[in-house]
């Protein structure tokens, strides 16, 4: 039997079917594109053929879209993307005491402490230092993102770039061009500014202990890495999975859950790749806040709602 984790962002979607002994069998990156369905079904899509729907014991889900993952795919559980980086972190290694993860859109801290989350720090006010930011950069400077990291690598002499502000950032990053810095010395800058971000705000008051993880997309950036070490002083470890450890926390969560419990699995099947789910928005009018609330509508048939701040429509509904 197979355990499949489904981690949901604003920039990617992330599907991962793991064994019975959490050896990761598939790993799919996905960009979302602003349309989580459509990016989950483009998932199933290409393990459907792999995989017949007996053989999913449970699912699990997680991310910014997680509870809307759940209606569309049937989760046996939903958790918050905090704690399904830690599940999967201390399943690597029970000595973790520190993770660093930094996404698309936001950046998290978590400290660790006996195998569970002591304290944790998220940064979801400005998209300095994430994933979509330096992506940005990368292009402005025509360079592939995958050699972004080898750049700073090369610097002799780092520029000093601010970096509290992705506005401000990436106006010294001009300005510094238009001195004559190289590339080189401009990224290192870059990341050197992103790290004292980082730690100054996202990290501001927490106790960094070895080991340290870090997770998430940027963590491909071996100069993202090198700049962290520098300033904690400390190794750091980037998981093989580095990307997808959140769908992977998904994964081992639900397969707990279903053993726990000893029931069977909701999981919709792969033939929800075939359905066309449609989105429909309405008011509510049943108090003053008037929400807006979304309805999703699969097989002619209501998978749930969203968008409201109480219960009254936030609920999800069989398909």
């Not at 944790?120 to 050699?147: H, K, W, Y």
Request: hydrophobic share 40%; with cysteine.
């Amino acid at each position: 039997m197979y355990y499949m984790g489904v981690d949901v962002g604003s920039v990617s979607t992330d599907v991962v079917i793991v064994d019975k002994n959490i050896n990761v069998l598939e790993s799919l990156y996905l960009r979302t594109k602003g349309r989580p369905i459509n990016a989950i079904q483009e998932g199933l899509k290409s393990l459907k053929g792999k995989y017949d729907d007996k053989d999913i014991a449970a699912v699990g889900t997680t991310g910014s879209g997680r509870q809307i993952a759940a209606s569309v795919i049937g989760a046996d559980v939903v958790k918050n993307e905090i704690t399904s980086h830690a599940v999967a972190a201390l399943h690597l290694d029970p000595d973790v005491k520190t993770i660093i993860e930094i996404g698309g859109q936001d950046s998290k801290i978590i400290l660790l402490q006996n195998g569970v989350v002591l304290d944790f720090a998220m940064n979801t006010v400005c998209a300095a230092g994430t994933g979509s930011f330096l992506d940005r950069q990368a292009s402005r400077l025509d360079i592939p993102i995958d050699e972004f990291g080898n750049y700073a690598l090369k610097s002799t002499c780092p520029a000093r770039i601010a970096g509290r502000c992705a506005v401000f950032a990436e106006s010294d990053m001009i300005h510094k061009q238009q001195m004559g810095c190289s590339n080189s010395d401009i990224i290192k800058g870059l990341c050197n500014a992103l790290v004292r971000n980082y730690l100054n705000n996202v990290a501001k008051g927490k106790e960094i202990h070895p080991k340290i993880f870090f997770q998430g997309g940027v963590a491909a950036n071996i100069g993202m890495k090198n700049a962290f070490e520098e300033a904690l002083g400390e190794e750091i470890s980037v998981p093989q999975n580095f990307k997808v450890m959140g769908a992977i926390g998904a994964a081992i969560l639900a397969k707990e859950n279903i053993e726990k419990n000893n029931t069977s699995t909701k999981f919709n099947g792969f033939d929800l790749t075939d359905i066309d789910f449609v989105s429909k928005s309405f008011e509510c009018t049943g108090c003053p806040n008037r929400c807006e609330v979304v309805k999703i509508l699969g097989s002619k048939k209501i998978i749930g709602f969203f968008g409201g701040r109480c219960e009254r429509w936030n609920k999800t509904i069989s398909a």
